[in-house]
């Protein structure tokens, strides 16, 4: 992959700390990524991925710390909120699509609602995007009537229709069957290569191998390691690293 591109980082977390009563999720975290990077967050389960993931829009509110986004620092609430959120796209475990709205209405409703696009427009990038995404054909139906697979990658398409600078995705593919998988890694990996500056929340480490230009390694809070793919799958630095690639990597 290419190296980590200059100029100021689209994304700075610095000094961020959560926590969740006496549980300490989030413990002095500090994460530049840069534009274009694809940054993989890996890790055991509850060791605050997710929780990171989920504080750089501000789903999940800081106790501590400074968020910045292309600059501008992460606000509380209110009209810079809702901007600045707008800005960073986001794909969940689970879809999210609205039931009662077809595909096209899912995909259109933000740029329409939020940045003020009109319908016809909102529509033809709506159709070009659900086209990249594979599932162009299912346009005029409803997320009931589509597979997982197909549903993630229309919550793909809806997240990129608002044009963001930042996708983040917190384990987009643990609730789809094995064989839906990899028609949303593919896309997730096309997105990769286009440039796309890209968080991802994932236990898919062919993916990390394949798209990320650098791999965070984190458990009981914080960040333990982080290196290229390559560099932390063959010869991982932390014994927690070691422990936890001996685990998953057996099976």
């Known amino acids: 992959m290419t190296s980590r591109p200059n100029g100021e980082p689209l994304v700075r977390l610095s000094g ?6 006496e549980l300490h999720v989030l413990q002095d975290i500090d994460l530049e990524i840069a534009r274009g990077e694809v940054v ?3 890790g055991p389960s509850g ?7 989920r504080t750089i829009n501000r789903l999940e509110a800081i106790e501590k710390g400074e968020i910045t986004i292309d600059g501008e620092r ?11 959120r707008s800005d960073v796209g986001m794909v969940f475990q689970s879809f999210n699509l609205f039931a009662h709205k077809t ?18 427009e909102a529509e033809q990038r709506a159709r070009e995007l659900l086209d990249r995404v594979g599932v162009s ?10 597979s997982g697979g197909q549903q993630q990658r229309v919550a793909i398409a809806r997240a990129l229709a608002m044009d963001p600078k930042v996708m983040l995705f917190d384990e ?15 896309v997730m990996v096309s997105l990769a290569r286009d440039g796309m500056t890209m968080v991802v929340v994932t236990h ?35 014994d927690r690293a070691k422990n936890f690639l001996s685990k998953i990597l057996n099976h």
């Open 40 to 42: 993989v967050v890996i």
């Open 204 to 238: 898919e480490m062919g993916f990390a191998r394949r798209a990320a230009n650098r791999v965070v390694f984190m458990d009981g809070g914080q960040i333990v390691e982080t290196a290229d793919p390559e560099t932390f799958f063959t010869n991982p630095q932390s």
């Open 47 to 53: 060791s605050g991925k997710s929780t990171l993931c």
């Open 137 to 146: 054909a299912q346009a005029d139906k409803y997320p009931a009537q589509l």
């Open 74 to 84: 992460l606000p509380e609430e209110g009209k810079q909120l809702a901007r600045l």
């Open 172 to 186: 987009p593919t643990s609730a789809l069957d094995p064989e839906m998988i990899s028609e949303v890694l593919d």
């Open 103 to 120: 595909i096209l209405q899912n995909v259109t409703l933000g740029p329409i609602k939020v940045r003020g696009k009109s319908k016809a």
């Open 16 to 21: 961020v700390n959560k926590w969740f009563g």
